[in-house]
């Protein structure tokens, strides 16, 4: 119960859950202990060392607001984030593969009528975004909740630049008509660096890496007696695909931007300017009966 | 360079840092990537044990004041602070044991002459507080830094009450004299729960643990030539000597407090009313001789 030295002090610490009533609290920090010890016992830090980590972490969290979230972006850059996606999405069939969820997502977003336009003070080549949400049976979902968010064209979100562009731009909720399909425009984003004015970008630089993801428009669709799909969309053309700083890119999430002359949009309005369309058909996976 | 999966995004993640012209840099965060994807993996966490943790994570930071440093605490409950002071310190030789540093450490104190009085505002048994600092070969060291910090008889320090005190008790830094001495009064400091107002006393709960330390002072001795000594010494009377919050307790580093009656103390002083006395002789490591 005392003098522990650097092979006795592991047992000692998870000995402490003991009288956890919780199975999987204990669970969890037993196997906290065992790999955070077994990490620290690997590379032997010197305090120098471990202050810096001290401190990396408090600057981690002291730079995180209602518009930044730069443990979520640490996750996101180590991998950690689309771990737990790998672990809690099947890889194989019809349902819409999973992707990060990102720092920048919003909650309650404003909800738009279909086909309304979201780029707000956004500048950038205008999109006709459409798409469709069915059930993995084959069946279209009417109603379902579909909130997407984008950067601009420099590659910046709107919480980004909320004091210039004076609110919210290229976000927004829409639900899916009866038929299971919904439409709006916006402009086409761009591909971006993550923020490297925080404790990442001191991190990613350090790594010797680059802080470039591809352009994407993230989504996120819910939908009752569905699995949240959290996803995003990529542009085939874009240089950073194979190189995306969080490891977020599926093929079978690549689309492409289609480019079209001035005339009469999908939707029927007309337009007196070129813009592109995008569009991609989500499959939501069915939650599991539960049991009666 | 897509389409990751549980058991490719590993190497994946650790590839990217093939660019790093730091081999340290190379080397502790591809050990990170392993142990924490392997954390990852173990738990399989749901992703509401994701934002849990995430929000865990920012909530500790956001705790974090000149004050209060909630990451050190994390680190001290989950056993981090004491293995990294396993890996970088002997266990065994002449020289005084280390621990751990704790939250409550503030720069720059106060210092103070020797026999001076440093209990400020805080009420409890006065003590007499003496020892010496001498080198491992035997030899005393005059002038060390001495820097000591302690609760107060109710478990609480300066910096959790600053407004009730006014200003800065229990807490100075002193210099040894010619042969190697100090000593000071204060009050005797008592057993202690750490702060629970936060994550890490949410994490506690949740663990099914107790919160308390054993009463220490706590001592960090610098001296030119030799390794900062950062430790305390503890209560022998004290009932959570053998569960440390912290695990830091080390057999050696116990003593007792001995009772004193009114009359003439140690240094001379009249005192009129009981007291107790303790004493610890620290011995420091000297440092390696720096190649020539």
């Known amino acids: 119960m005392r003098n522990f030295n650097e092979k006795t002090i592991t047992d000692a610490v998870i000995q402490r859950f003991s009288s ?3 199975p999987r609290i204990k669970e969890v920090c037993t196997s906290l202990v ?16 471990w202050e810096y980590a001290i401190d990396f972490l408090t600057r981690t969290g002291k730079i995180c607001d209602g518009n930044r979230q730069e443990f979520i ?28 969820l990102g720092p920048f997502f919003v909650e309650d977003a404003e909800e738009f009528a279909l086909g309304a336009n979201i780029a707000g003070g956004m500048k950038g080549l205008p999109a006709y975004v459409s798409g469709s949400v069915s059930s993995e049976d084959g069946s279209p979902i009417a109603g379902a909740a579909i909130d997407v968010w984008h950067s601009d064209d420099a590659g910046f979100y709107d919480v980004q630049q909320l004091e210039t562009l004076g609110g919210n731009a290229g ?14 425009w916006t402009i086409k984003p761009t591909c971006y660096p993550v923020p490297t004015d925080g404790p990442v970008g001191e991190m990613l630089t350090a790594q010797g890496r680059h802080p470039w993801r591809p352009a994407h428009l993230h989504y996120m669709i819910q939908a009752p ?32 931007y289609v480019d079209q002359s001035a005339g009469v949009a999908p939707d029927g309005t007309k337009r007196d300017a070129p813009y592109c369309t995008i569009t991609y058909e989500f499959v939501m996976a069915k939650k599991a009966a539960r049991a009666a």
Chains 1, 2 share one sequence.
Not at 34 to 49: A, Q
Not at 177 to 182: A, L, T, Y
């Open 171 to 184: 976000r927004g909720r829409f639900y899916s008509d009866e038929n299971g399909k919904f439409h709006f």
């Open 20 to 22: 956890s009533t919780d």
């Open 34 to 49: 065992k790999h955070l010890h077994d990490f620290v016992r690997d590379i032997r830090p010197s305090y120098e060392e």
């Open 73 to 100: 972006l640490l996750s996101d850059t180590l991998g950690v984030s689309m771990l737990v996606d790998a672990v809690n999405n099947p890889t194989e069939g019809p349902v819409t593969q999973s992707t990060v």
């Open 225 to 256: 007696g569905h699995r949240k799909l959290v996803t995003h969309i990529f542009d085939r053309a874009d240089q950073y695909l194979d190189s995306d700083a969080v490891f977020g890119v599926k093929d079978e999430l690549v689309r492409d």
